[in-house]
């Protein structure tokens, strides 16, 4: 009785001694994961440093290349990086990628965010410049229509009127029945000349009364 309980004793005491054990085992772990987290923020911190050094000496790229880095490294993106990196792509000319930077700034920090009012400053500059390419872009890609040109009509001078082929005539088929009507436009014999046909296209050839 007295010996198993001296067992109990010594088997509660290991128990814990091992359970103690691994707490410190723990601590240790969780003591290097912490120093490992701040060496990390450490060199982050410099990074962005460094970075911005460079962008405020007119080094865009050098600047963007750190950033980027920073970016891969950091386990989470720093909230004063999107207003750095969004000011840097504004230089870069990058002004889509500067207006979501420089928003998330904004949406982060609100209006007490120590760099509001520069943040606005370019957020501005960057919206212009997107609205700009915008409408350089929407200028490209412009349907380019035929009545933009003068059209050659060919040797005759003549075309077949496209209202009424050719016809003379317009023909509809309505609910009443189908109705036939001199063709306002072309010749008797169906035609127009070149000139009336590229009015036509252009929508100034006026009907004849
Ligand atoms: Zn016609």
Redesign the pocket.
Known sequence: MCKSLFVSAVLLFGISWMACGQITQEDKIREQQMAAEAARSTMISRMIDEGVDRMEMGEYEAANTIFRDVLEKARVVPTDLTYFFGKNSYFLGKFQQSVDWLTKYVELKGTKGQYYEDCLNYLDKARAEVRKEKAVESDNVREILTSDYEIDCGPSGMVI?P??KGR?VIIKKGPLGTTYQE?P??DKH?YLTCEQYNQLLRGELEPRN
Do not use: D
């Open positions: 009127c209202v009424c003379t063709c436009y072309s169906g």
